[in-house]
């Protein structure tokens, strides 16, 4: 398997608090949502698909992957990554970058700080915090544990926090110096303060700062991906 990991956009929510639709298709600063989130995780990746349930081809001007749930009865999340877990396997792919398709904002190193922070704790997941709060959907898996998500997610397991803790997870924090990094569109509201957010001077990338939890010392400097032009 590659070392280099591949992400998932998560875009299965039913977006209720938005009036429904594809909250992944509203237009934030003359753009999709979509758009701002594959601007800010192409680089850091080997390649990019959609989790979304419906007719894909709706989502056929973005040339991606649209991966449909695995398991019927709209599991939530967990689902998606399932769906992201089993893609990156037929790919030969080691990871998993998951991240919601509402977060316009995500930080350019978040697959560095996420891997440096696995790596550091000797855990197999990482998720992103900041500002004092865990973000368990923005993570990275292995795909080797689609077996074990599978089985949970049949089990009734739905909350991706509980699943993460059970296998073994650290967290990687971000700073926020320009604003939550994470924010993530869930309104209208959401929307018009994500505009503001956009146009403001101070707006920029956030960074990781560091592992959230003490990690035990280990040898050898962690595998972090190597960056890659946006496509």
Known sequence: MTAEPVAVVLAG????????????LRVLGGRSLLDHV?????????????????????????????LADPLPGNLGPLAGVLAGMRWAAALGVADVLSVPADTPF???????????????????IACAASLGRIH??????????????????????????????????????????SGDPFFNVNSPGDLAEAEALLASPAAGPAECTAPDRPAPARSGPPATPSARRSR
């Open 13 to 24: 929510g039913l977006a209720r608090r938005m009036g429904g639709g594809d909250k992944a």
């Open 106 to 124: 995500l930080p350019l190193d978040l697959v560095a700080g996420l891997a440096a922070a696995r790596w550091a704790a000797g855990v197999p």
């Open 136 to 177: 368990p959907v923005v993570a990275l898996w292995p795909a080797a544990l689609a077996d074990a998500l599978a089985a949970a997610l049949r089990d009734g397991v739905r909350a991706v926090d509980r699943w993460a803790a059970a296998q073994g997870v650290t967290s990687a924090a971000f700073a926020a110096a």
């Open 38 to 66: 594959l601007d800010r995780i192409r680089p850091q990746v080997g390649a990019v698909a959609l989790s979304a349930n419906g007719d894909a081809a709706r989502f056929a001007p973005w040339g991606l992957a649209v």
